[in-house]
């Protein structure tokens, strides 16, 4: 039987199946949904200074109190724009504005800087840095941007590099007889089945980003596997998602399936045009336009 019969079948099932009633994961842990939170206006003067009211946190900054808020915050305002390039950081202003201690501001600012957000030099301070010196494969930053001023150009941004990375992925994948890795894309395709059956976005939703992370691991390419992050952070932003079954259907699943399908047989073409096709289900994910070689 074909994965793809198999998913329909298991969409049909009731929840004694064990894969447990609708958004049910206790055998996948995911992180909650994070919640969009548009920061404050261009200056401190009325930014939220309660950062236990901050609802949104990356999982840069996830489950870290006040410390990982304070990023959140910060990390924001940078990257859409509120703390504009070569602004000063002045950490006496920052602890008083959002009532931390110092030891707080100090390792936020740390952070930052790992992520290229901020520098700090002697006699000069901290300042914020240009876009030129982020991280931007930084999870963190891919979120942040997508809810600023830039959030188109982080989505096409973001779609062209899922086409660059998921279909190559998907042919080395074909390569890799990792029996227990294929066994838990078939998993994932099941319980998407299941969820789409029962109406459950954020199941399928989370179900479909553990397929694509656990694809990219299966390519055996660890600069590929590197980059399994970004493509987590791209099918996790909310506020317009860009998941390859962004409205779960039958289409989406056979495409899952067929993937699923090929790295078994161990067909690297099929695996690849497949991933394909499935990126192409999505209308907001479109393969990038290569503009042809210019004649002399």
């Known amino acids: 039987m074909s994965t793809l019969a198999h998913t329909m079948m298991t969409a049909a099932r009731s929840v004694d199946s064990g894969l447990g009633a609708p958004g049910d994961l206790d055998r996948y842990p995911y992180a909650e949904a994070p919640v969009a939170d548009r920061v404050g206006p261009p200056s401190w003067e009325g930014v939220?200074?309660?950062?236990?009211?901050?609802?949104?946190?990356?999982?840069?900054?996830?489950?870290?109190?006040?410390?990982?808020?304070?990023?959140?915050?910060?990390?924001?305002?940078?990257?859409?724009?509120?703390l504009g390039a070569d602004r000063p950081l002045v950490p006496e202003e920052i602890g008083q504005r959002f009532e931390v201690s110092r030891t707080v501001v100090r390792e936020s600012l740390r952070v930052l800087e790992a992520k290229g957000l901020v520098s700090a030099r002697p006699n000069v301070g901290t300042r914020v840095r240009p876009v030129s010196d982020w991280n931007l494969l930084d999870p963190d930053i891919i979120e942040w941007r997508a809810f600023g001023p830039q959030r188109?150009?982080?989505?096409?941004?973001?779609?062209?590099?899922?086409w660059t990375i998921e279909p190559l992925a998907a042919r080395l994948a074909a390569g890799h007889g990792r029996e227990d890795v294929q066994q838990r894309l078939a998993d994932m395709v099941e319980i998407m089945g299941h969820a789409y059956?029962?109406?459950?976005?954020?199941?399928?939703?989370?179900a479909d980003t553990e397929f694509h992370s656990l694809l990219i691991q299966l390519a055996g390419n660890r600069m590929l596997e590197?980059?399994?992050?970004?493509?987590?952070?791209?099918?996790?932003?909310?506020?317009?998602?860009?998941t390859a079954c962004d409205r779960p259907g039958e289409s989406c699943l056979a495409h899952h399936g067929r993937i699923v399908d090929a790295l078994a047989a161990g067909d690297a073409v099929a695996a690849e045009t497949a991933m394909r096709q499935l990126l192409t289900v999505h209308p907001g994910v479109e393969p990038p336009v290569v503009p042809s070689p210019r004649e002399h």
């Open 226 to 242: 590197h980059l399994s992050g970004i493509v987590a952070a791209a099918l996790q932003v909310s506020g317009g998602p860009v």
């Open 197 to 206: 059956a029962q109406g459950d976005g954020i199941t399928f939703s989370r």
């Open 48 to 82: 939220e200074t309660d950062l236990g009211r901050v609802g949104r946190r990356t999982a840069g900054s996830r489950g870290r109190g006040l410390h990982g808020q304070l990023v959140q915050q910060l990390g924001q305002m940078i990257v859409s724009g509120d």
């Open 152 to 162: 188109d150009d982080q989505r096409r941004e973001l779609n062209e590099l899922r």
